[in-house]
């Protein structure tokens, strides 16, 4: 049961059989995969069926295909353009048929949650806090227009949402891959500006990810992610998503593992409001994780994973795997990646090399 409150990585392009019983054992809510695990279509596709053999219902499988430099099957298929080269264009058809396409060729490939779109608003452009060129924009009527075209044809194709990272990682000042960012916005400036976008969007989006930032005029004692009066308070009760599924990002990041301890940033973000808590990496943490689960009390334990159950009864099971689809949706892909001009700078982030 609490195991199902975990979104957890793999190791790589096969599983082993620790990982195996592992997965049978937790009955995890799913799982989030990197470019480590895809070597080739027929590879990946394998491997998402041997996910979906462990779990008695759908699992969530997750991925983040952003385009641009996060594109976890860069090695296999022609990337699309970032957020903010289609921004750029601003072609409305242009991004419809880059969600579409992110959506069939991820239903191919067995997945049923993108993690995304990214719903920040690009406050500091230059800087490296983890967002360069991921962003749609720093209006947030552009981001509702843009990343909402993406988000809704992605979803046409029967692939699952995710809008993050809440409430504005945007502000961050750091890459919270490293450390964890701090941001003085105070809740009204959050509601004037960054909100917008996740409120207006909210009937499309069908789960929400949380930011490892902080806002100390908000919450002084917690990063958002492990910030009850952000999470239950604000998102939850002010905002009305009392329906979405909430995740934390990655708990194996250096702003969460300088903090926190394995069990201990589980717990937190269950408690919080956090309907799963993602590890991506130090899967053989999973264990520490379940048995801190375990001391919440069960009501917090039973809202979670009704709202996971929820979710999960959304996805429709795999499509069916076509050598000649497959082929068909990488050449649409690489035509439209070549009629928008790539003008987003590079960054030193880690996230595009996961």
């Not at 995890?28 to 070597?39: Q, S």
């Not at 295909?65 to 099957?73: K, L, S």
């Not at 409430?167 to 916005?185: I, M, T, V």
């Not at 082929?327 to 892909?333: F, L, N, S």
Request: aromatic share 6%; charged share 25%; glycine share 8%.
């Amino acid at each position: 049961m609490h195991g199902s409150l975990l979104l957890l990585g793999v190791a790589g392009p096969e599983l082993t059989p620790a990982e195996a019983a592992l997965f049978k054992r937790l009955q995890p809510a799913g799982y989030v995969l990197f470019t480590r695990n895809i070597v080739s279509p027929e590879q990946t596709r394998k491997l998402t069926d041997d996910l979906r053999s462990f779990s008695y219902d759908e699992p969530i499988i997750a991925i983040d295909q952003e385009g641009g430099r996060v594109t976890r099957t860069k090695d296999i298929a022609p990337a699309l353009p970032s957020a903010a080269d289609l921004a750029a264009q601003a072609n409305p058809i242009t991004i419809a048929n880059a969600g579409a396409f992110t959506g069939d060729l991820l239903r191919l490939l067995g997945f049923n949650l993108n993690l995304a779109p990214v719903l920040d608003l690009d406050h500091h452009p230059g800087l490296q806090n983890s967002l360069r060129g991921r962003c749609w924009g720093r209006d947030p009527q552009r981001v509702i227009d843009h990343a909402g075209m993406f988000n809704r044809w992605q979803r046409k194709r029967l692939v699952r949402s995710c809008g993050k990272h809440f409430p504005a990682c945007g502000r961050a000042l750091s890459d919270p891959h490293h450390d964890l960012p701090s941001s003085d916005a105070t809740l009204a400036e959050l509601l004037r500006e960054d909100i917008i976008p996740y409120t207006a969007l909210m009937p499309e989006l069908d789960s929400i990810m949380l930011a490892h930032v902080e806002f100390p005029n908000i919450d002084p004692d917690h990063p958002a992610s492990m910030s009850k009066r952000i999470i239950r308070g604000f998102l939850r009760d002010q905002l009305g998503f009392d329906k979405h599924v909430v995740m934390t990002d990655d708990l194996d990041m250096g702003a969460i593992t300088k903090r926190y301890g394995r069990g201990e940033d589980a717990r937190r973000a269950i408690e919080a409001g956090n309907d799963l808590a993602m590890i991506c990496h130090r899967t053989d943490t999973a264990d520490v994780a379940v048995d801190a689960l375990k001391t919440l009390p069960i009501y917090v334990i039973d809202d979670a994973l009704a709202r996971v159950a929820k979710l999960r009864k959304k996805f429709p099971g795999p499509g069916t795997w076509s050598e000649s689809k497959w082929q068909e949706t990488c050449t649409a892909i690489a035509k439209l990646a070549a009629g928008v001009p790539a003008i987003s700078s590079e960054s030193s982030s880690p996230v595009a090399g996961y």
